[in-house]
């Protein structure tokens, strides 16, 4: 298991950016697919990025091209830079962990470990 802190959610207008960020406790941090997730009210939370250990990225359709996820592996933080933010992106947004870190993983429920989440809020 591995203990995860999100930061950085906000109010943002429609069309402006913020970043996120998720520090990661422990030594193995490296090795695990790590993934931003969301959750709007009333709707399944969904993968909006994943990074696996080697560097592979996954984008959920509705955030290709503006949002972009990375690691520093030397300060156990994954990001999410979120660009062009729309009214629809708002939701809670959740960084995780799986311990398999080959796996590009895009099902919430494989994820161990989650961060307590962070509120993202987009107006128009």
């Known amino acids: 298991q591995v203990q995860l802190v999100e930061s950085g959610g906000g109010l943002v207008q429609a069309g402006g950016s913020l970043r996120l960020s998720c520090a990661a406790s422990?030594?193995?941090?490296?090795?695990?697919?790590m993934g931003w997730l969301r959750q709007a009210p009333g709707k399944e939370r969904e993968v909006v990025a994943a990074?696996?250990?080697?560097?592979?990225?996954y984008y959920a359709d509705s955030v290709m091209g503006r949002f972009t996820i990375s690691r520093d592996n030397a300060k156990n933080t994954v990001y999410l830079q979120m660009n062009g933010l729309k009214p629809e992106d708002t939701a809670v947004y959740y960084c995780?962990?799986?311990?398999?870190?080959?796996?590009?993983?895009?099902?919430?429920?494989?994820?161990?470990?989650w961060g307590q989440g962070t509120q993202v809020t987009v107006s128009l």
């Open positions: 422990g030594r193995t941090f490296s090795s695990y697919t």
């Open positions: 990074i696996t250990r080697s560097g592979t990225t």
């Open positions: 995780a962990a799986d311990g398999r870190g080959w796996v590009v993983q895009t099902t919430p429920a494989n994820f161990g470990s």
